[in-house]
Each structure stands twice: as structure tokens, then as C-alpha cells.
């Protein structure tokens, strides 16, 4: 009976991590599109060329609540609370290398 339960308990677990990581995959999908949008409307000094790796290195950076932050702004729209979140997120030196990292490898600087 408790190898059942066990094996009841492992299967619930890895259906549990499925559904997580389907969950994630859909906010960073969604995260995307709010990102590049924030960008090209309220980064201006953001070349056009560098907005992918730019968008890239901001989800790669961001914490599960930003891309939270993300998700909700691709259902209400863009806000002064999503142009903090990215401002806050490209301040980082982890996301200040990423940059430099993505813009010279895909040639682009």
C-alpha cells in the first residue's frame, strides 16, 4: 500500500512540475511581447536593432514576481508600475552583461 501511495505522490509531483513549467513558459511568452512593447514605447534610447537581445536579457534577469509583473501588464496594458519593474531589472550588472554579451555575439554593436 505505500509503494501506491508513493508512486500516487511521485506521479502527482512530476504532473505538478509539468503544469509549473507549462505556467512559466506561457508568462515569459507573454512577458516577451510586454517587454518589447515597453521598450519601444518608453525606451527611446534603445536602438531598434537591440531590442530582442535587450528583451532576452531582461527575462532571463527578471524574478518569478516580474515576470508576474509582465503577465499582468499583457492583460491591462502597459503601466508605470511595468516601466519600473524593466527599469529596475536593466540596473542590474547581471542583466548589464547579458546586454554586452547578446549585442557583441550577434554582432549588432
Known amino acids: 500500500m505505500r509503494l501506491v501511495l508513493a508512486a500516487l505522490v511521485a506521479?502527482?509531483?512530476?504532473?505538478?512540475?509539468?503544469?509549473?513549467?507549462?505556467?512559466?513558459?506561457?508568462?515569459?511568452?507573454?512577458?516577451?511581447?510586454?517587454?518589447?512593447?515597453?521598450?519601444?514605447?518608453?525606451?527611446?534610447?534603445?536602438?531598434?536593432k537591440l531590442i530582442t537581445p535587450f528583451t532576452d536579457c531582461i527575462i532571463d534577469n527578471s524574478s518569478a514576481l516580474e515576470v508576474r509583473?509582465?503577465?499582468r501588464a499583457a492583460v491591462i496594458g502597459v503601466d508605470d508600475t511595468t516601466v519600473a519593474t524593466v527599469r529596475g531589472v536593466l540596473a542590474r550588472p547581471e542583466t548589464a552583461q547579458c546586454l554586452q554579451s547578446r549585442a557583441l555575439s550577434s554582432g549588432l554593436v
Open 11 to 48: 506521479l502527482s509531483l512530476g504532473a505538478c512540475v509539468e503544469v509549473q513549467t507549462a505556467v512559466d513558459n506561457t508568462a515569459r511568452t507573454a512577458a516577451k511581447g510586454v517587454i518589447t512593447e515597453t521598450l519601444a514605447t518608453r525606451f527611446p534610447q534603445v536602438p531598434k
Open 69 to 71: 509583473e509582465y503577465a
